[in-house]
């Protein structure tokens, strides 16, 4: 309070702050010196030549009402929100001349807050980058590379792409990187969730042959005509609290690879698909003996006997379905 009021009452004030429009600010030496290493050193190539001579300091480019708000910044580092509101641009440039780290990191919030926009991005980018301020050139980037196709019909772009075609060329190359990243990321959540898929196919098809469900199940099941109203009270009872996710779809998928008569020979694709599902659920299984999904066994003694590219690619499979099963469990 005590600073502010100094400021505002302006009592023995020995420096004038002058602006290009002829507005003049009364300061005193002591603070500006004490607040910036740059006023600190115009102050000292300006020695007092007389009891009653004023020192003055010229700041160019800034209206007077954005100069006096700076100087009060430096004072007490208030500031009012209207006042940030409409000259935070300038508040910045004058932040980064005059060395005062606190009044960027201000003018920095503001513009996070709700100051950028699609319409003065391009302009406070190359400002940023002037006064290197990297959070907010990071903030201008991210906005441009999110709104580009706004941001290209802004009248900043237009300034931009006539004066400075390096600058231009470095955000496009930004925006098809970042859109670049995104398809890989759409790419991999597709590949994640392919994984994932038969990471569950995997344990429906333990559980089918372990337990059954529905009207399917081990060979020890009774077959139908034997006790059949219990075995379809037990597989409703199995069907509606049933937990596997893929079992319903793999139970068609199981009953329709033990009654086709195209077979994978003939060129069957769903028979094709039980094949190796039932060839990853081996390679994956880890007590051959006792597992009762068929065919396990047959296929634990044939790894090996494939080609190294064949074998690598098993491998890679498995890889990822058991990492997918770690990401499900986590």
């Avoid at 800034?62 to 910044?73: E, I």
């Amino acid at each position: 309070d005590n600073w502010d009021k100094l400021f505002c009452e302006g009592l023995h004030t020995d420096v004038c702050i002058v602006t290009e429009d002829g507005g003049m600010t009364a300061a005193h030496s002591f603070v500006l010196a004490a607040s910036s290493p740059v006023f600190l050193r115009l102050l000292q190539e300006q020695q007092p030549s007389g009891k009653h001579h004023r020192r003055s300091i010229h700041i160019l480019g800034v209206p007077y009402d954005a100069a006096r708000v700076f100087t009060r910044f430096v004072y007490s580092s208030r500031y009012e929100e209207k006042e940030m509101e409409k000259y935070v641009l300038h508040l910045l440039a004058l932040s980064h001349s005059y060395s005062i780290p606190l009044l960027k990191k201000k003018c920095t919030e503001a513009l996070e807050r709700g100051l950028l926009t699609t319409e003065n991005v391009v302009d406070v980018l190359q400002l940023a980058r002037l006064c290197d301020a990297s959070r907010l050139n990071l903030l201008c980037l991210r906005l441009i590379v999110a709104s580009f196709k706004t941001v290209v019909k802004s009248e900043g772009w237009r300034v931009m792409r006539e004066s400075d075609q390096t600058l231009e060329q470095e955000l496009v190359g930004h925006v098809i990187e970042a859109d670049a990243r995104k398809q890989e990321k759409l790419r991999k959540s597709e590949e994640d969730k392919v994984y994932k898929q038969l990471h569950d196919a995997m344990e429906a098809l333990v559980h089918i042959c372990r337990d059954g469900c529905r009207t399917i199940g081990p060979h020890e099941r009774p077959p139908d005509g034997i006790n059949r109203q219990s075995s379809f009270s037990s597989s409703s009872s199995s069907s509606s609290s049933c937990g596997f996710p893929a079992c319903k779809g793999l139970e068609s998928l199981v009953r329709h690879f033990a009654g086709c008569r195209t077979k994978v020979s003939g060129g069957c694709l769903h028979c094709k698909r039980m094949w190796e599902l039932l060839e990853l659920h081996s390679r994956m299984c880890g007590d051959a003996e006792r597992c009762k999904v068929p065919l396990c066994r047959h296929f634990k003694d044939r790894i090996g006997q494939q080609t190294k590219k064949e074998e690598s690619r098993w491998n890679l499979l498995v890889a990822k379905v058991k990492a997918a099963k770690g990401a499900s469990t986590a």
